[in-house]
C-alpha cells in the first residue's frame, strides 16, 4: 500500500474528517432552521399588492389586532355559505369573478383578505391567517347569524391553511381543498426535518370529521399530487375527490372546465342540509 495512502488512514485523520463533515451538517442544518424562523414569512406569503375596495366590504377586527377586509355576498337560495380562503399571490380583487361564479352556482359567498393582504393591516404570517379566518367566521355565526353547519370552508393552496385550522378547531358542515398541501416545509423537502411545522395541515385533518371535498390537478408543479392524495387519506370523516389529469397548479379550473360544478354540486348535495335554504342572515 501507499504510504501516502495508509498514512491518510490512520484514526487520528479520519476521525477530523469525520467531525468536519459533521460541524459541515451542524452548520447548514442550523442555517436551515435560521432560515425556518426568521425568513419564512417573507419568503411564504406573496401579497399582489391591490389595494382597492369592493362594494359591500366590512372590516372584522381580529384577535391579534388587525382589522381584516371581509365581503359577505349573500344568496336567497342558498343552503350554505362558502367561507374562501385563496391562495398566494391573490386577494379577493383578483378572486371577484370566482366569487361570482360560486353565487351563480348556488352558494352564498363569505371571503376575507388575510393580515397585509388587499385593504387588512398587518403583516401575513401564519397565526394572523388564523386569526383573519377566525374574524369572518364570527362574522357569519354572530352578526349574520348563520349556523355553523351551513358554513362550507374552501381552502385553495395557501388557503388550506387557515381553512384546515379551523375546521379542526370549530363546527362547520364541510371543507372543501383545492391543491393543498400537507405543511409548507414538506411541499420543499417532501419530509419534515425542521423542530415545527408551518400550517401542518396533514396533522390537523385526523381531527376532522366534517365532509371533505379533495380537489388537486395530477400535474401540479407546485404542491405536488400526492398532497392532496395523503390529506385524503388522513381524513377519518366522509370524502371525495376531484383529480384533474394534467392539470398543473394554477391552471386546475380552467382544465376542470365544467367538472369542477358538477363535483362542488355533488358534494354540496351529499351534504345534510342541501335541500333548505339559509334562512337568517340574507
Not at 359591500?56 to 377586527?61: A, D, R
Not at 393580515?115 to 404570517?125: E, V
Not at 425542521?194 to 380537489?215: Q, T
Not at 400535474?219 to 395523503?230: N, Y
Request: proline share 7%.
Amino acid at each position: 500500500m501507499n504510504p501516502r495512502l495508509r498514512e491518510f488512514l490512520r484514526v487520528p485523520p479520519l476521525r477530523k474528517w469525520v467531525i468536519l463533515v459533521l460541524r459541515m451538517l451542524l452548520l447548514g442544518y442550523l442555517a436551515l432552521v435560521f432560515v425556518g424562523a426568521v425568513l419564512i414569512n417573507p419568503l411564504l406569503f406573496h401579497p399582489p399588492g391591490h389595494q382597492a375596495e369592493l362594494r359591500g366590504q366590512v372590516k372584522l377586527h381580529t384577535a391579534d389586532g388587525n382589522d381584516i377586509t371581509g365581503l359577505y355576498l349573500p344568496n336567497p337560495q342558498a343552503a350554505y355559505v362558502l367561507l374562501f380562503s385563496y391562495g398566494n399571490g391573490e386577494d379577493m380583487v383578483a378572486d371577484r369573478d370566482f366569487l361570482q361564479d360560486f353565487l351563480s352556482h348556488g352558494w352564498a359567498v363569505m371571503a376575507y383578505d388575510y393580515p397585509g393582504y388587499g385593504t387588512s393591516s398587518g403583516k401575513p404570517s401564519e397565526a394572523g391567517c388564523d386569526a383573519a379566518i377566525d374574524a369572518a367566521y364570527a362574522y357569519l355565526t354572530g352578526e349574520k347569524h348563520i349556523p355553523p353547519e351551513h358554513i362550507v370552508l374552501y381552502g385553495r393552496s395557501l388557503g388550506s391553511g387557515p381553512a384546515v385550522d379551523l375546521a379542526s378547531r370549530k363546527p362547520v358542515g364541510g371543507l372543501i381543498l383545492q391543491s393543498a398541501y400537507t405543511s409548507i416545509f414538506r411541499v420543499v423537502t417532501h419530509y419534515r426535518i425542521l423542530p415545527w411545522e408551518v400550517f401542518n395541515n396533514i396533522a390537523k385533518i385526523s381531527s376532522i370529521h366534517a365532509p371533505l371535498l379533495s380537489i388537486h390537478g395530477t400535474d401540479d408543479h407546485v404542491v405536488p399530487f400526492w398532497h392532496g392524495q395523503a390529506l385524503f387519506d388522513a381524513h377519518p370523516g366522509p370524502k371525495q375527490y376531484l383529480w384533474v389529469p394534467g392539470a398543473d397548479h394554477n391552471n386546475l379550473v380552467e382544465m376542470a372546465g365544467g367538472t369542477l360544478w358538477t363535483a362542488l354540486e355533488a358534494f354540496r348535495r351529499s351534504l345534510p342540509l342541501s335541500k333548505g335554504v339559509i334562512s337568517m342572515g340574507q
